[in-house]
C-alpha cells in the first residue's frame, strides 16, 4: 500500500511539473519575431547609421580634439510604445567608443539629462563641503552638435493575407554654431507578415 | 418518447443552461443601467468594473468604463480601461482562431448571438485610440498621444480593407448552410428590409467608412506637437472628404500658411448621445415546409437617434460646425453588416421553427417545451458602446489677450478661460444632455 501512495506521488509531480516552461534565452533568428520594433532591428539601425556618420568623415574635427554633443529631439512617429534610447544610446555608446565625440548630458531638449551638474554648483554657499572640490564657474562644456531624428512607419497591404510594415530611422546631427546639418542618415526596416491583427 | 425526440430535449436543455441568462435576457438590462451611470456622472466604477471582472464582456464594459472616466476626468483611469479593450481586440477577436468562430457561430444560430462575447465594431476600435490620444493630450503626454493617433489613423486604413474582405468571408461561411437557400428567400428577406427602410434610405455615409472626426482631430493634435506638415495632409484629407465644410476648410487654409503671427483656440465639442440599438420584432414568412408559408417571429437589432444636447456651442459671434456625424459613422456599419446579422438570425429561427415542428408533433408537452425554447431564446443582440456622441463640433477663436467666454446655443455662459500669451489651445467640451457639461482641462501646444 505503502509504495502505491509512493508512486501515485511521484507520478503526479511528475504530471504536473513536466509541462512548465522554463525560462530559455532567446536565440537570434533570421525571420523577424514581430511586426513591431524590437532589439535586433535597433541594434541593426544603429550599427548602419554609426558606420554611416563616422565614414562621412562629418565628426573629424579640424586640428584634432571631440566634439561636444548633445541629444536632440527623437519623435517616435510609429503606433508602438517604444523608448527611443533603444535606438539613442547604442549610438552614444558608439560614438564615445570612436574617440571622436563626447556626450553632453547637462544640456538636453526636456532640460539636462543628468541634473547633479547643476546640483553640485548649488553647494558653493554650503559650509559643509570643501569648497575647493565643487565645480569651479566656467567649466561645463556647451555642445558643438546636436543629434536629432525620428522614427516613421508605414504600413500597406501586400496581398489578401499579407501586410508590409516599413520603419525609417532618420537621423540628423547639426553644428550648432552655424546651424547646418553635417550629417544625415536613414535606415529602413521592411517586414512582411499577417494582415489579420494591427502591428502594435 | 423516441430517441430522436429526447436528443432535442437534451440539446434544448443544455443550450439553455450553458448559455446562461443572456440567451433568454439579452443585454437591455446591464446597457440601461450604465445609461444611469453615465446620465448621474458618478464616478463609482463598480458597475463597470464587476462585468470585467467576471469577465463578461470585456471589450464593451471595458469602453464604457473608459468613457465613464474621461467624463470623470480621470484621464489615467479611462485609458486603463482602453488599454483593456484594445488588449482583447486584439487577442479575442483580430487573431481569433478559426476553430472558436465557428463554434460562436454555431451558438448563435442553436440560441442567438447574445451568448457569444462581445466583439464590437470596427469604429469603436477607432474611437478607443482616438479617445486614448485625446487622455494622453489632457495628460501632457504628447509622446504617447502621438502613438495613438498614429493608431487610429491605421485602424482607419484597414477599415476599408476589412469590410470589402472579412464580411464577404463570413457571408461565404453563411452560404455553406444547409438552410441558407431558404433564409435567403426574397419574400423572407423582403419582410425583413421593408422594416429597415427609415433608416437605411437618405443618408449619406462617408467615403470608406473613414470617421472624419479621427482625421480632422489628429490634424489638429499634430499641429499642437508642431508637426506642421503632418497637420496639414491631414487636415487636406479632411477637406476632400468634406469640401464644403467651412470650418475644416478654414483649418486647412491656416495650416497650409502658418507662420505663428496668430494664435488661436479650437473648442471641440462632443454632442449629444449617438445612435444605440433596440431589438424590433417582425413576423416573415418562412418557405421551409413544402407547399406551406410559415410565419415566425424574428428578433432583430435595429437602429434608433437619440436626443442631441446643445445644437451649438459659441464664442462671441462664432458658433460650432459640426466636423463629424458619429450617427452616420455608426448607421453606416451597421447597414454593411446587417446582410449578414439579418441572415444569421433568419438561420436561426428557421433551425428553431424547425426544432419546434418536431416538438409539436410529439404531443403537448413537446410543443409546449418547443414554444417557450422559441420565445426566450428568440432575443436580438442590441450591444454597442453607448457612450459615444451625436457628432462633433469644432470652433476656432483667434486669441487677443482677452478671456475666452463659451457660451451655450441658448447664450449661457460654459466656462470662461484666460488663456496666456502666445501660444495655442485645444478646448475640450462634451454635453450629452441638456444641462449635462463636462468641461474639460486646457491642452496647451507642446513648444
Known amino acids: 500500500m505503502k509504495l502505491i501512495t509512493i508512486g501515485a506521488i511521484i507520478f503526479t509531480t511528475l504530471l504536473f511539473t513536466g509541462c512548465a516552461t522554463k525560462p530559455q534565452y532567446v536565440k537570434t533568428a533570421d525571420a523577424p519575431i514581430t511586426m513591431g520594433l524590437d532589439r535586433r532591428d535597433f541594434a541593426k539601425a544603429a550599427e548602419a547609421a554609426v558606420k554611416d556618420l563616422l565614414d562621412s568623415g562629418a565628426m573629424d574635427r579640424k586640428g584634432g580634439g571631440r566634439y561636444v554633443v548633445t541629444m536632440g529631439r527623437m519623435i517616435n512617429d510609429t503606433t508602438q510604445r517604444i523608448d527611443t534610447d533603444m535606438l539613442t544610446k547604442k549610438i552614444r555608446i558608439a560614438l564615445l567608443k570612436s574617440g571622436k565625440a563626447v556626450m553632453t548630458t547637462a544640456v538636453g531638449v526636456d532640460g539636462p539629462e543628468d541634473v547633479m551638474t547643476k546640483e553640485v554648483r548649488k553647494l558653493r554657499d554650503d559650509d559643509e563641503f570643501k569648497q575647493s572640490t565643487i565645480a569651479k564657474k566656467g567649466t561645463i562644456y556647451s555642445p558643438d552638435m546636436s543629434l536629432t531624428g525620428k522614427i516613421i512607419q508605414r504600413t500597406v497591404k501586400a496581398n489578401s493575407s499579407d501586410q508590409l510594415v516599413e520603419y525609417y530611422f532618420q537621423l540628423t546631427m547639426t553644428q550648432l554654431e552655424t546651424g547646418l546639418a553635417f550629417w544625415e542618415g536613414e535606415t529602413t526596416i521592411g517586414k512582411l507578415g499577417s494582415n489579420d491583427s494591427v502591428t502594435w | ?447
Not at chain 2, 106 to 132: H, Q, R, W
Not at chain 2, 142 to 170: G, M, P, T
Not at chain 2, 178 to 184: E, V
Not at chain 2, 281 to 293: D, M, Q
Open chain 2, 1 to 447: 418518447m423516441d430517441l430522436r425526440l429526447s436528443r432535442v430535449y437534451l440539446l434544448l436543455i443544455i443550450s439553455v443552461f450553458f448559455s446562461g441568462c443572456v440567451a433568454t435576457t439579452g443585454h437591455g438590462d446591464s446597457l440601461q443601467t450604465f445609461e444611469k451611470v453615465l446620465k448621474n456622472s458618478t464616478c463609482n466604477y463598480a458597475f463597470v468594473q464587476d462585468r470585467i471582472e467576471d469577465k463578461d464582456d470585456v471589450i464593451l464594459w471595458a469602453s464604457q468604463g473608459g468613457s465613464q472616466a474621461r467624463n470623470c476626468f480621470d484621464y489615467n483611469r479611462s485609458n486603463l480601461y482602453f488599454d483593456k479593450a484594445e488588449e482583447l481586440y486584439k487577442s479575442d477577436v483580430d487573431l481569433q482562431s478559426n476553430a472558436n468562430r465557428v463554434g460562436s457561430s454555431a451558438s448563435s444560430i442553436l440560441i442567438n448571438n447574445n451568448v457569444n462575447d462581445y466583439e464590437g465594431n470596427v469604429y469603436e476600435k477607432v474611437m478607443l485610440n482616438t479617445y486614448k490620444g485625446l487622455n494622453f493630450m489632457a495628460l501632457g503626454d504628447f509622446v504617447n498621444a502621438r502613438i495613438e493617433f498614429n493608431r487610429a489613423l491605421d485602424r482607419q486604413r484597414r477599415a476599408k480593407d476589412y469590410f470589402s474582405s472579412e464580411i464577404k468571408k463570413a457571408q461565404q461561411k453563411s452560404s455553406r448552410d444547409k438552410n441558407y437557400n431558404k433564409a435567403q428567400n426574397r419574400h423572407t428577406q423582403k419582410a425583413i428590409y421593408d422594416r429597415y427602410q427609415d433608416i437605411f434610405s437618405e443618408f449619406r455615409a462617408y467615403p470608406d467608412f473613414v470617421n472624419p472626426y479621427t482625421t480632422y482631430l489628429s490634424g489638429l493634435f499634430f499641429f499642437l506637437d508642431g508637426d506642421y506638415k503632418k497637420a496639414r495632409d491631414l487636415l487636406k484629407e479632411s477637406v476632400s472628404m468634406q469640401p464644403q465644410n467651412e470650418q475644416i476648410r478654414a483649418d486647412f487654409e491656416l495650416f497650409d500658411s502658418y507662420k505663428r503671427e496668430k494664435n488661436y483656440a479650437w473648442i471641440i465639442y462632443e454632442n449629444g448621445q449617438s445612435m444605440a440599438k433596440r431589438e424590433t420584432r417582425i413576423n416573415i414568412p418562412l418557405f421551409i415546409f413544402t407547399n406551406k408559408v410559415y410565419y415566425a417571429g424574428i428578433a432583430l437589432p435595429k437602429l434608433y437617434e437619440r436626443a442631441g444636447s446643445y445644437e451649438y456651442i459659441q464664442v462671441g459671434k462664432q458658433k460650432s460646425v459640426v466636423v463629424a456625424d458619429m450617427d452616420s459613422v455608426i448607421k453606416a456599419e451597421f447597414e454593411k453588416r446587417f446582410s449578414q446579422i439579418a441572415l444569421e438570425a433568419t438561420l436561426n429561427l428557421i433551425v428553431k421553427t424547425y426544432t419546434q415542428y418536431e416538438l409539436n408533433k410529439s404531443g403537448l408537452l413537446g410543443g409546449i417545451v418547443g414554444m417557450l425554447y422559441q420565445s426566450l431564446t428568440n432575443r436580438a443582440d442590441i450591444r454597442s458602446w453607448t457612450a459615444l456622441p451625436k457628432n462633433f463640433q469644432s470652433l476656432r477663436v483667434e486669441l487677443n489677450g482677452n478671456p475666452v467666454i463659451i457660451k451655450d446655443s441658448r447664450a449661457n455662459v460654459i466656462s470662461t478661460f484666460h488663456v496666456e500669451k502666445n501660444i495655442n489651445v485645444l478646448i475640450y467640451i462634451k454635453s450629452s444632455s441638456l444641462g449635462d457639461i463636462k468641461v474639460h482641462k486646457i491642452i496647451k501646444e507642446k513648444r
